[in-house]
């Protein structure tokens, strides 16, 4: 996995950032973000829907119902990712970010993307649980 320069997310949305490491093919293929950094992301932007990537939540539909990180656009179950990323309604250059509990799933369902051909794929590092021990706000799931 490659790391996002800290210094570069914080002066610009995530659809404009520049990459510490070009992409290769290497085992993983997707990249690493921070809570502070996916919060940065989403504070910059003027809406939700002018964020620049799509913030997918790849719980259980019941975990998800307990609460989701605030501009979260879609629910997909991280075991459901490979048959459902159309609903996404990506191209393969769009930047999509996951998250899941605690960052295991949603690494599996970054490079399920990855392997897809989506080419700017972010996993949340330490996913909810960090979100909320930074202390966070937390949005109503649907």
Known sequence: ?????????CGLCLCGLL???PPSAVAHHSYVLSV???RAGLMKAS???????????VRSPEEHASGMIPGTDLNIDFREM????????????DHIVVYCQSGHRSNI?????????????YNVVGSMNAWTEAGFPVSPGR
């Open 1 to 9: 996995m490659r790391y996002l320069c800290t210094s570069i997310i």
């Open 19 to 21: 990459l510490d490491n």
């Open 36 to 38: 502070q950094q996916l």
């Open 47 to 57: 809406s939700t829907s002018a964020k620049g990537f799509l913030l997918v939540d």
């Open 82 to 93: 490979k048959t459902r990323h159309r609903e996404l309604g990506a191209k393969l250059e």
């Open 109 to 121: 369902a970054a490079e399920t993307l990855a392997d897809l051909g989506y080419t700017h794929v």
